[in-house]
């Protein structure tokens, strides 16, 4: 490194910690307290109006008789998630055995993880709100009562512990510990973060002193243990009995056509624009944009490899979101393809994943490698206009669903 190109790259290096404390100061008591406020009354008012699907009240009713947790578990054994949420469950059930209980805890979850957004997630305000407000915020992962909006709320909190001023190691590893044990599509998620936040400390992005080789070795062999430890847990709670209907067989490689190869990216697109087909109702297994023939296909696959693209761009801000996004993106993509078909709450990780590595991205000071102006002004000009139509775009879904329940309201 020259002389001049010293000085330039600490003043760059110093302008993006600027910019990123910037973003972190973009809240204020007033402005969590009404956007909250609105949030709460929203989810509450689609909330009564909802009916519950019948997995919701399935894993209600397993909970609340079940007569302690050695029953539960013998009882859940063919659910295919860990017990997380069926345990949160059968501790409100002791309260109340009324459904409106179950309710009433997801919508408590729904807004602690409003709050979190609010007042930690390093974005501009108007991104917060489109995120919050957004279908899998306010509606996917808030009215229906399933596990997936606990396991959000937990990939927030382990993003917030890491990406502190005074690193909160134990509080990370007890979030992604947790959001292990909320479904299959958590454990992924939660193994990726504990990757990205394995790479960040053996190769610190803003920290010259980097650990030592022993203290590498002594850490690295815990963290295995703990990972193996946490893995054999969920894996236990997730395997199927001999007699189960559904067992989960992976499909070969080479049994995917040209046709679904090249769909596999699409479902990227589909996680951020989650719009469905309206014909006298919402059609939930289909999507608007679901292509019909080979040159729409290919015109969403080139939408969707440019979104992905953008995706990368701005993960590579910072080294550990890099490998988050890249990770969790990939893995997820192929989860869906081979094992799990799944449908929109499912492909939802896929927006999780997006979030967290751009909360990671612009959590703190950017990579040594990418601290030239040169290379961040990019970043930045996507991350504001990207994560904006993300966010629209789910939020933009929202009208069709508060249209749907007024419509059940009327016909009752």
């Known amino acids: 490194?020259?002389?001049?190109?010293?000085?330039?790259?600490g003043m760059a290096y110093a302008a993006a910690e600027r910019d990123t404390e910037?973003?972190?100061?973009?809240?204020?008591?007033?402005?969590?307290?009404?956007?909250?406020?609105?949030?709460?009354?929203l989810i509450s008012f689609v909330s009564a109006f909802h009916e519950p699907w019948k997995d919701e009240t399935q894993a209600w009713r397993l909970a609340i008789d079940s007569n302690g947790l050695?029953?539960?578990?013998?009882?859940?054994?063919?659910e295919g998630h860990p017990l997380l949420w069926h345990v949160l469950l059968q501790l409100v059930g002791h309260v109340s055995r009324s459904w409106w209980a179950a309710v009433a805890l997801h919508i408590v979850i729904a807004c602690v993880g409003t709050w979190l957004v609010l007042r930690y997630a390093p974005f501009t305000r108007l991104q917060k709100v489109l995120l919050v407000f957004g279908y899998f915020s306010a509606y996917e992962y808030a009215v229906v009562i399933r596990p997936y909006g606990l396991g959000m709320v937990l990939a927030f909190a382990a993003c917030i512990a890491w990406t502190a001023r005074r690193r909160r190691i134990g509080w990370a590893i007890a979030s992604l510990a947790l959001l292990a044990n909320t479904t299959a599509l958590g454990t992924m998620l939660a193994m990726t973060m504990a990757l990205a936040f394995a790479v960040d400390w053996a190769l610190p992005d803003d920290v010259v002193r980097r650990p030592s080789k022993r203290a590498l070795l002594v850490a690295g062999g815990l963290a295995l243990v703990a990972t193996v430890l946490v893995l054999g847990i969920t894996v236990a709670q997730l395997k199927p009995p001999a007699d189960a209907a559904y067992v989960g067989e992976a499909k070969s490689a080479v049994s995917l056509s040209n046709w679904d190869i090249a769909a596999m990216p699409t479902l990227e697109l589909n996680a951020l624009v989650p719009i469905a087909e309206s014909e006298g109702g919402l059609l939930w297994s289909r999507w608007l944009f679901q292509p019909q023939s080979r040159f729409g296909l290919a015109?969403?696959?080139?939408?969707?490899?440019?979104?992905?693209?953008?995706?990368?761009?701005?993960a590579a801000r910072r080294r550990?979101?890099?490998?988050?996004?890249?990770?969790?993106?990939?893995?997820?993509?192929?989860?869906?393809a081979l094992f799990f078909p799944g449908t929109l709450h499912h492909h939802g990780s896929l927006y999780v994943v997006w979030i967290v590595s751009a909360w990671l991205a612009w959590g703190g000071?950017?990579?040594?490698?990418?601290?030239?102006?040169?290379?961040i002004a990019p970043a930045v000009f996507f991350f504001r206009r990207a994560r904006s139509l993300a966010a629209c775009s789910t939020s933009s879904s929202?009208?069709?669903v508060v249209r749907m329940h007024l419509m059940l309201l009327h016909h009752r």
């Open 1 to 9: 490194m020259t002389s001049e190109t010293a000085p330039r790259t």
């Open 22 to 41: 910037r973003l972190a100061g973009t809240t204020s008591w007033r402005f969590e307290v009404v956007t909250l406020s609105l949030f709460a009354a």
């Open 70 to 78: 050695r029953e539960l578990v013998h009882n859940a054994r063919y």
């Open 299 to 314: 015109l969403l696959l080139a939408a969707s490899l440019e979104v992905l693209a953008i995706g990368c761009l701005i």
């Open 320 to 336: 550990m979101a890099l490998v988050c996004f890249v990770v969790g993106t990939t893995g997820y993509l192929l989860f869906f």
């Open 365 to 375: 000071a950017p990579s040594a490698c990418r601290a030239s102006s040169e290379m």
């Open 398 to 400: 929202m009208s069709s």
